[in-house]
């Protein structure tokens, strides 16, 4: 994903959903909001389930080192995704600056194109945006005259992509 800008989102008509929906999607994505009736969202996931806020720490780490390769978001918990169900989908995301771009890829275990693909999409580039932001802001307190880094790509590896029988029909159409 190259040019989705993330403060405006666009929204086609083919995809199965209002652009309601998605501005409600997205906070699950870059907050650690709660949802009724889910054990946990992936923002609770990035934000505070190993006990720290993992978009502060690579935010912080971008700022130190503007050009690690090493600044990795987990949500992955082996303590318990290896043993009971309910893991994640959305197991890490890797961040880089790079020629004055901060680039995301996230890798995604179990993709359903259809219904779950739009959302992690729209949800991943505006936490994205949310880094970049953060980054911009630290790095003008090193150097007030820092050229801010603009959004690069955002690239999804998904491991299993599918789409279920019960939106087959839809997503044909």
Not at 119 to 140: H, K, M, P, S
Request: charged share 25%.
């Amino acid at each position: 994903i190259t040019d989705e800008d993330p403060n405006n989102l666009f929204i086609p008509e083919w995809l199965p959903f209002e652009k309601s929906h998605f501005m409600q999607y997205i906070p699950q994505i870059t907050t650690g909001a709660r949802v009724p009736g889910t054990s946990y969202t992936y923002g609770q996931r990035i934000r505070e389930w190993f006990g720290k806020d993992q978009v502060k720490e690579a935010v912080a780490k971008l700022v130190r080192e503007s050009n690690s390769r090493a600044v990795v978001i987990n949500l992955w918990d082996s303590t318990k995704d290896l043993t009971a169900g309910g893991s994640p989908c959305i197991n890490h995301i890797w961040l880089r600056a790079r020629n004055n771009k901060l680039f995301m890829t996230a890798t995604i275990r179990s993709n359903d194109m259809f219904e779950a693909y739009p959302d992690n999409a729209f949800g991943l580039r505006c936490l994205q945006e949310i880094i970049r932001t953060e980054v911009n802001a630290g790095l003008r307190q090193k150097d007030p005259d820092h050229k801010d880094i603009v959004l690069g790509d955002l690239i999804i590896n998904s491991q299993s992509a599918h789409i279920y029988k019960d939106c087959w029909d839809r997503a044909q159409s």
